[in-house]
Structure formats: structure tokens, C-alpha cells
């Protein structure tokens, strides 16, 4: 207990550079609030400098809260956006696009379109050298029809 009668706000400060520098070594984001968090915790000891310890750490762990979730709703949504939702889906990149089928398809099968094998399904039976387009995606089966 006599720890925790002895916490000033250098504490805080130092907590919060240590933080910041972790912050910059991961760049997650993660960080941030709590940094801040401990960064403000150090401002208001310096105006109450007689705070309790219990009050400080109260404090520290809602103002963390609260900080870490400022930043994932102001800031986050800018680095999740995507210009290119698709880039890593490749069957949903698949969909509307149109080839010779090299195989013949009855209900299912799988022919490969480009380099990669792709499993296909289709309501009745397909010849082979017919005109398709890939009109669903399910997994990683592509539905296609006779255009």
C-alpha cells in the first residue's frame, strides 16, 4: 500500500511515453488510448496532486476506455476502408464474368477458368465449348448459367 500512497504524476507521464514508443514499435492503434489515457492522467495530478491512488487508477482505466474507443470510431474507419473490397476474395471477383466451358457439366463439376480449378454447379446439364456466366457464388462454387 505504501506503493500505490507514492504515485505521482512523472509516473503517469513516464507510463505514457513507454506506451507511445511500444505504439510506434506495433502500430496497431491498440495503444493510443491508454497512452493518452495516462497522458491526461499526469495532467490532472498536476492540477490535484493529492488525488488518491484508488481514484487514480479508476480514472486511468475509464479514461482508457473511453479514449481507446474515441479512436477506433473517429480514426479507424479511414484504415479499414478499402478501394478494392474484392482484391481478396477471388469468387466474388468471378461474378458476372463469362468463358468457353472446357468441360461438360451436369448439375456439378469443376472446370478451370484462367490458372485455377473452380468447382461449378448449374441447374441442368451444360456441354462442353458452351458459353457461360457466373451468376452466383457460394464458398468457393461458382453458379453458372448458359448465356
Not at 495532467?43 to 488518491?52: K, M
Not at 463439376?109 to 457466373?134: F, H, N, P, Q
Request: negative net charge; proline residues 2%.
Amino acid at each position: 500500500m505504501e506503493l500505490f500512497n507514492q504515485i505521482q504524476g512523472w509516473h503517469w507521464f513516464v507510463l505514457a511515453v513507454v506506451l507511445i514508443v511500444l505504439e510506434l514499435t506495433t502500430t496497431t492503434g491498440f495503444l493510443l488510448g491508454i497512452a493518452f489515457a495516462a497522458l491526461a492522467l499526469s495532467g490532472i495530478l498536476w492540477v490535484v496532486p493529492e488525488l488518491s491512488w484508488d481514484w487514480q487508477f479508476l480514472s486511468f482505466g475509464v479514461l482508457s476506455v473511453v479514449l481507446t474507443l474515441c479512436y477506433r470510431m473517429y480514426f479507424r474507419p479511414d484504415n479499414d476502408a478499402s478501394d478494392n473490397p474484392l482484391l481478396n476474395d477471388r469468387a466474388a471477383q468471378m461474378l458476372g464474368k463469362s468463358f468457353v466451358l472446357g468441360a461438360e457439366l451436369d448439375r456439378s463439376g469443376a472446370d478451370m477458368i484462367g490458372d485455377t480449378r473452380w468447382a461449378l454447379r448449374s441447374a441442368g446439364k451444360i456441354e462442353r465449348g458452351a458459353r457461360v456466366r457466373v451468376v452466383a457464388v457460394e464458398g468457393m462454387v461458382l453458379s453458372v448459367e448458359e448465356e
